[in-house]
């Protein structure tokens, strides 16, 4: 038995590897990533320890103010303010604007530098400037987290909401929450029918039906999005059909709006609540409904008592994949969707591929993640026998 | 029964495929589209030939991050890359770009503005108002009427960003192009802006990249768009009924780079100095209407005189968009219109 | 019994309803990748097959085809031989914590796949596996494998392990026992397994979208670039190659699980 343990062992190593080089590791960095704050350390690394033993009362000694005047001209000439201009102008603006001008002036400035800084700059002179800078030292810092909820820091860390203006990830997620629920009531509602109708056909017919589902389900994404932005066009079929059943007088605009994310991510989900809800129904014993029905249950009877509860985990468990997989959108809305129809997924690319701020892309996932998580908790709670269902077709 | 040697030897196959290649070409990226081929055939293949030295090129959407990525993990991908003014001189800062070689490049031949510590002039781009005259006969022909949706009724397209969204929205509430940064600087400025823009909110759409205002205006999805004047005149060029507003321009220059720790660093700027002289760019002009950087190509009084639409000729009527503003405002505003989008 | 009747015809037609809406986007997709003009509008007038030929002859749209199919052979493979691997582990063993492992294994399907992209995207680009084939197959075996897992795990349930006992009590060395007894029996699981991994790999856009160069652009990637770039019908006779793809996929599959 000890052989075959290990044996086992052997057999399962190297996917467990795999999984911790390619996806553990890579979730461990975004946890850190998340609320990392080295920039200070790693690019002033004598003002970080000046500020580290400063009380935050009065301003810094004079060896604070030695230390950027030094450090940051040599920063600028290596040409690696970059990092700590950006984390600090992400915390307030003007920083980077004030940390450049200070690092190109900094060879013409001289002791006491407590009193040339402020000269080239008033702002040296302020506690909060400095307060600010303390902040930066880390190891951790919470911004990035509290921004991805619309809060903010102020200098000295006390925390503080977002001014109206700037408050957006809230909105954001709760966004996401309400379209991946929207997404999922309808995907149940509608795969049921199917399923129904697919379990209940013979087997040459219900083959042909499967494979309805089962070819836009082994299509692209991508294409299937693309697709429906050719169909939701003002000039389009769907608008043509709209007019000639005089559903509207003129066409109307669908690219950009909720509805055709809406569709579209209805149209790529689906499959994932047809296909568990079929296999469920497919398993339903047919002698139990023959029996339940020859007990004296009206057919409605039957479906509401025996029928579906016996159908219920694979549709549950379709629901539960397709809101899964719903929170984590990013394609279909950035292709089809209005600016107010992105989800969190917009952002996190948006972070990642535009703005170059790594802690917020991160920060972002962390809190999907969490989101995740809870959905997950909540389904355990609220649907133990859904998650006895199957994953695969 | 599975054919178990033939898929280890496929698989084999595929992995020493899948290995990183020991040398790579010299890779030189830019915004791709038509404008990409054309610049292949008349730039970076006579380069090739005259050089020896094999080029690839590629395309991007010039979102920097994939950049900065390359040169933080040391593992750079790219050389030779067309950058924004913003994101050239935030990256030159930051060490994303290495300082162009001007003893290779040859500085002088460039524009007022043309060559800066890490770019050398490629083409200048700019954005204005156009519409199809086959769907409406009118149109706008300055911000303000841009904004009056009573005299021009429809749906309206703009950048979804706030660089040129923002000037726009402030020369509509009646600023004057010479003040617009000035007053864009001001808390009340931007107030303004977002006002301006919050006015017109139901008849806008938005777009990202650089063919959408096209599509959009084709499939009729808006009335009026704000796009780039590259792929409008083109369009024009090839049929299109587009009025195009030379009034409501601004415009900038986009440049050559070559990123920081590119093993091809000295092709790269041998490249440059081909890719921006005047021979190879009048060829480039009789395939499409660039605006060149390149003072004997932009000043050569018969390339204007055949390039009606060229940007060229209309420069002196536009705003010019302002580097310093945007890189000293940009992510707070970029932050705040990305909010205001979302409201 | 009519109203019976009734429940059943509205729920047959509601069903095929929402078949008709699951196969409208493809319907409209083949005919416009024969339009003969650029501009995509339904329906097109006349038909030429010139967007196929500029994706047959274009060097970007070829090179996005091979990417697709050496990341989708190689992850098929290192999908397949590791994740039936684990599944003999984890059926032959007798370890507690079996559940968790299985469920840390399916973690990857379970991560919104942003999450899993952003990250993938982080810890590459610090590691140096940005921009390279290797980094792109390693990165879809994991949210490949799951399914490997699953589609063997479920053949093993059906094995019986005195076959594998017996093999041994007549002189079979357990290399020679688990190809001539194991293999066989599973064969078609495995096969399922491979299918589904290769398909996730093929279909697989956003981590893609994250962590390839354009020189390691995949299909899916390269119809991203070009809906940006320059929306022309020649998306569309791509999308149609791709969906030809998955269909012969498909087809396998479903051969696949007749044998099984």
């Known amino acids: 038995m000890r052989g075959q343990n290990a044996l086992a062992a052997v057999l399962v190593a190297p996917l467990l590897l795999l999984l911790a080089a390619a996806f553990l590791v890579p979730l461990g960095t975004t946890l850190l990533t998340a609320v990392a704050d080295r920039e200070l350390a790693d690019t002033l690394p004598r003002t970080h320890h000046a500020l580290a033993a400063w009380d935050g009362e009065a301003l810094p000694g004079e060896e604070a103010f030695a230390a950027v005047a030094d450090e940051l001209g040599v920063a600028l000439e290596e040409r690696r303010l970059g990092p700590l201009a950006q984390r600090m102008n992400f915390a307030a603006g003007g920083q980077r604007a004030l940390l450049l001008r200070t690092a190109r002036a900094a060879d013409g400035l001289t002791a006491p530098y407590a009193v040339s800084l402020p000269a080239l700059d008033p702002r040296w002179g302020e506690r909060d400037t400095w307060l600010r800078l303390r902040d930066a030292t880390g190891p951790v810092t919470p911004l990035y987290l509290l921004r991805a909820l619309d809060l903010d820091q102020a200098p000295g860390g006390a925390v503080t909401r977002m001014g109206e203006e700037d408050r957006l990830f809230l909105t954001l997620f709760l966004r996401t929450l309400g379209v991946a629920v929207i997404v999922t009531l309808l995907a149940t509602l509608l795969a049921a029918p199917v399923a129904f109708l697919l379990a209940s056909l013979p087997p040459r017919w219900a083959g042909l039906g499967l494979l309805a589902v089962l070819v836009p389900f082994w299509s692209s994404i991508l294409v299937r999005t693309t697709a429906w932005f050719v169909l939701l066009q003002r000039e389009g079929p769907v608008n043509a059909t709209l007019v000639a059943l005089g559903l509207t007088e003129a066409p109307v605009q669908l690219i950009g709006t909720r509805i055709a994310v809406i569709v579209a991510m209805l149209h790529v989900l689906l499959p994932f609540a047809i296909l568990p809800a079929y296999a469920a129904m497919k398993g339903i014993d047919r002698a139990l409904i023959r029996a339940a029905a020859s007990l004296g249950g009206s057919p409605v009877q039957v479906a509401l008592r025996v029928y579906l509860p016996l159908a219920f985990p694979g549709i549950a468990a379709g629901g539960f994949i397709v809101f899964l997989l719903a929170v984590g959108f990013y394609i279909t809305p950035a292709l089809l969707g209005g600016p107010r129809d992105q989800l969190v997924a917009s952002f996190i690319a948006l972070f990642i591929n535009r703005e170059v701020n790594w802690g917020m892309a991160a920060a972002l996932s962390v809190l999907l993640m969490g989101f995740a998580a809870c959905a997950i908790a909540a389904a355990r709670l609220l649907l133990p026998a859904a998650l006895k269902g199957r994953l695969s077709p | ?343 | 019994m009519s109203a019976a009747w009734a429940w059943r015809v509205a729920i047959g037609a509601l069903a095929l309803l929402v078949l008709a809406f699951l196969l409208a986007p493809m319907a409209a997709i083949i005919p416009l990748s024969v339009a003969p003009t650029e501009v995509m509008r339904f329906p097109p007038e006349g038909f030429s097959l010139r967007w196929y030929e500029e994706i047959f002859t274009s060097g970007r749209w070829l090179l996005a085809a091979r990417n697709s199919l050496v990341v989708a052979v190689a992850t098929t493979v290192v999908a397949t031989t590791l994740g039936t691997l684990a599944a003999l582990g984890l059926t032959l063993g007798r370890f507690r914590g079996k559940a968790v492992l299985i469920a840390l294994f399916s973690l990857p399907i379970v991560t919104p796949s942003i999450v899993t992209a952003a990250s993938v995207f982080l810890a590459f680009s610090l590691a140096g596996l940005s921009g390279t084939l290797a980094g792109l197959v390693l990165a879809h075996t994991v949210v490949a494998v799951p399914f490997v897992l699953i589609a063997v795990l479920a053949a093993l349930k059906g094995f019986d392990m005195t076959l594998l006992r017996a093999a041994a009590a007549s002189g079979a060395p357990p290399h020679v026992a688990f190809r001539r007894v194991v293999v066989p029996l599973i064969a078609p699981g495995i096969l399922t397994g491979a299918v589904f991994a290769f398909a996730t790999s093929f279909d697989e856009f956003i981590i893609t979208l994250f962590i390839a160069g354009p020189a390691q652009y995949t299909l899916p990637r390269q119809i991203y670039a070009s809906v940006r770039e320059f929306l022309s019908p020649a998306i569309c006779a791509a999308s149609v190659m791709l969906f030809l793809c998955s269909t012969v996929l498909l087809a396998l599959t479903s051969w696949a699980r007749r044998r099984q």
């Open chain 2, 1 to 343: 029964m599975i054919p178990t040697r033939a898929l280890c030897a496929i698989g084999l196959a595929a992995m020493l495929a899948a290995a990183p290649a020991g040398a790579r070409d010299l890779t030189i990226v830019a915004g791709g589209g038509p404008l990409q081929d054309h610049m292949r055939s008349t730039l970076f293949q006579p380069f090739a030939r005259a050089s020896g030295i094999a080029v690839a090129d590629t395309s991007y959407d010039y979102n920097v991050g994939p950049i900065r990525a390359m040169v933080q993990a040391r593992n750079v991908t790219w050389d030779v890359v067309m950058v924004e003014a913003p994101d050239l001189v935030q990256g030159c800062e930051d060490g994303v770009f290495e300082r162009i070689d001007w003893s290779v490049v040859r500085r002088d031949k460039f524009l007022p503005g043309g060559a800066i510590t890490c770019g050398a002039g490629a083409i200048g781009w700019g954005v204005a108002v156009f519409y199809d005259t086959r769907r409406n006969a009118n149109g706008p022909t300055t911000y303000a009427e841009f904004w009056d949706t009573r005299t021009f009724p429809g749906k309206r397209a703009l950048r979804r960003g706030a660089r040129i969204t923002l000037e726009v929205a402030l020369m509509a509430d009646g600023v004057a192009p010479g003040d617009v940064y000035r007053v864009l600087a001001t808390p009340e400025g931007q107030a303004r802006a977002f006002a301006r823009l919050d006015a017109l909110r139901p008849e806008l759409m938005f777009w990202s990249g650089g063919q959408q205002p096209i599509e959009l205006v084709n499939a009729g999805e808006v009335a009026y768009a704000v796009g780039f004047v590259g792929r409008t005149t083109n369009a024009m060029r090839s049929g299109a009924a587009y009025a195009l507003k030379w009034e409501t321009l601004l415009y900038a220059y986009d440049y050559w780079a070559v990123v920081r720790g590119s093993p091809h660093a000295p092709a790269a700027m041998r490249m440059i100095e081909f890719i921006t002289d005047p021979a190879p760019l009048l060829e480039l002009t009789r395939l499409w209407p660039i605006n060149p950087v390149t003072a004997a190509v932009a000043n050569d009084v018969e390339v204007r005189a055949r390039n009606p639409l060229m940007m060229t000729n209309h420069v002196e009527k536009g705003l010019n968009i302002s580097t310093e503003f945007w890189i000293e405002h940009g992510p707070e505003l970029e932050r705040r219109f990305a909010a205001w989008l979302n409201r």
